[in-house]
Nanobody, 124 residues
């Protein structure tokens, strides 16, 4: 069974950090672009960051630039989202997704596999 599983979400105070993990099972991530997205109730899912199969990264939102980074560990079949200097407006459900090609896209419809999401809440 092909699936992605996110972990690492939780409650954190403003200014804090979290590292989300996206682990794949049933297939290897080596050749695919992996994106992180987030969604709050009543809003569309928005792109956060994406990493290509060759390690190039694309940032989809200026509000996260310099605070969030994405990385991959192909040996562990896992992609990470490091989130620093978190703000209350970063509160959302975070999803990872895999495209069946090596380059990134900001369009959610171009991603084939999705995780179930992990809740991130930034609050004092």
């Amino acid at each position: 069974q092909l699936q992605l599983v996110e972990s690492g979400g939780g409650l954190v105070q403003p200014g804090g950090s979290l590292r989300l993990s996206c682990a794949a099972s049933g297939f290897t991530l080596d050749f695919y672009a992996i994106g992180w997205f987030r969604q709050v109730p009543g809003k569309e899912r928005e792109g956060v960051l994406c990493i290509s199969s060759t390690g190039g990264t694309t940032n989809y939102a200026d509000s996260m630039k310099g605070r969030f980074t994405i990385s991959r560990d192909n040996a562990k079949n896992t992609v990470y989202l490091q989130m620093n200097s978190l703000k209350p407006e970063d509160t959302a459900v975070y999803y990872c997704a895999a495209r069946l090609v090596g380059w990134c896209s900001e369009y959610t419809t171009s991603y084939t596999y999705w995780g179930q999401g992990t809740q991130v809440t930034v609050s004092s």
